[in-house]
């Protein structure tokens, strides 16, 4: 009887990690954010700086990122990066290559020739891996027109390295492939995010 009880506790840890109160996300700040998360592995996002910071009990690490050529911006078809708290709600790519070419999430069994001049290549080639992020905040990127996950917004590898550190990116946050590799190993479906800009902080609240 004692196990079971375990095991049930066990999976309403894990369905409130995963599945957090949406109703606690409307428009949250930096700070709100990192307090709800300062016992938790949590990631921000700067996209002013293009820095993504990982935040854990005994690790702080610091990588570059791109974010989109277009700008800031929930909207669907946009082209956008979204601003708000997400969470990791899928991990994929575990234990392929580095520079393995993901299509519809499934590794082609390609490898990415990994472009170190700032050189922007036709296509947008996902690889090593992806961490699928989905909205915490209705209206902002949760639902209707303007829902994170449905416009498949991923942390991901690139094949275009050398643009890491700008706007390059048609919506996603790319990171180099070794970073992304080990902020893979580092985070769990559930580990939420935030992304942010001093500079937009409003302007992406779109309607549904």
Same mark, same amino acid.
């Given at each position: ?30 700070? /709100? ?30 990588? /570059? ?68 992020? /989905? ?74």
């Amino acid at each position: 009887m004692k196990k079971i009880k375990l095991v049930l506790l066990g999976l309403v840890i894990s369905s409130c990690a995963i599945n957090p109160k949406i109703e606690n996300y409307n428009m949250i700040g930096i700070d /709100d954010f990192i307090d709800m998360n300062k016992y938790k592995t949590h990631i921000l996002i700067d996209l002013d700086a293009q820095k993504l910071f990982l935040k854990k009990r005994f690790i702080q690490k610091t990588y /570059d990122i791109s974010s989109s050529a277009f700008g800031i911006g929930s909207e669907k078809n946009s082209f956008k990066t979204p601003l708000g708290a997400h969470v990791i709600s899928e991990k994929i790519g575990d234990k392929l290559p580095i520079g393995a070419i993901l299509k519809g999430r499934i590794w082609t069994q390609e490898i990415a020739e990994l472009i170190k001049e700032p050189f922007d290549i036709k296509e947008d080639v996902i690889t090593s891996r992806i961490l699928w992020l /989905d909205g915490l905040e209705i209206r902002r990127n949760k639902g209707g027109n303007v829902d994170s996950k449905s416009r498949y917004i991923y942390i991901h590898g690139t094949a275009e390295e050398g643009l890491i550190g700008n706007p390059a990116s048609l919506g996603c946050i790319r990171m180099l492939n070794k970073d992304v590799i080990e902020l893979f190993k580092n985070v769990t479906v559930g580990t939420q995010v935030l992304i942010y800009s001093n500079k937009d902080a409003y302007k992406d609240y779109e309607a549904i």
